[in-house]
């Protein structure tokens, strides 16, 4: 029988800024559960946000939605632990932070070994803002804290601005991942 339980299962993140706020989804998240699924929906159908991600985009409100619940099951699973950028002011979700366990890599690629993989998404009205080079030092740092020895990010090659921030944040390039694609790590 197949272990469901992750051997790892990780503390919430949540961090704070004067403006930001970084957080997985709350109890109190429920009341806004439709102003998330239209937060996601406008991230992840955003064309600027999609140019190198085109994988990643919804189609519809129906699918933000099931997005947003899944993405709650497979935190609790440990499968994969969404996080929102919230603007605080705004009361908005401007961004996503995912990491997914070495068991959700092994069932879409074919590696050597398998580590945490992190990916980040901005709508396209937060870009240029540095809110990524900003958090994410911040986010690694705490999943370091807790253990995760190996984090992986891949990214396109032409997405220089992602490249930056994962660099600034002290991964490094591991690999060509694809033929489109570069595999940067980070390791404590």
């Known amino acids: 029988m197949p272990n469901i339980w992750p051997e790892l ?4 993140i949540n961090l704070e800024n004067e403006k930001l706020l970084i957080h997985p989804f709350r109890p109190e998240d429920l009341r806004r559960f439709e102003v998330l699924t239209k937060d996601i929906f406008d991230i992840l159908s955003d064309e600027q946000t999609l140019k190198f991600i085109p994988g990643k985009r919804l ?9 947003l619940q ?3 099951v497979n935190y609790h699973s440990g499968r994969n632990y969404l996080h929102f950028i919230t603007h605080k002011e705004l ?3 401007i961004g996503m932070i995912d990491l997914i366990s070495p068991e959700v890599a092994k069932e879409h690629y074919k590696m ?3 580590p945490f993989f992190l990916e980040f998404y ?5 870009s240029g803002c540095n809110i990524m080079t900003q958090i994410l030092p911040q986010f690694v740092d705490n999943l370091v804290l807790q253990g995760i020895a190996k984090i992986g990010a ?32 980070k390791t404590s």
Request: net charge neutral; proline share 2%; no cysteine.
């Open 122 to 126: 901005l709508g396209s009205y937060a």
């Open 154 to 185: 891949v990214v396109r090659r032409e997405n220089i601005a992602a490249r930056i921030v994962l660099e600034k944040t002290n991964f490094k390039y591991k690999a060509s991942f694809d033929p489109v694609q570069d595999l940067y790590e």
């Open 9 to 12: 299962m990780l503390s919430a």
């Open 59 to 67: 189609k519809s409100l129906g699918e933000a939605e099931l997005f």
């Open 70 to 72: 899944t993405s709650i």
């Open 112 to 114: 050597d070994h398998y």
């Open 91 to 93: 009361n908005k979700v």
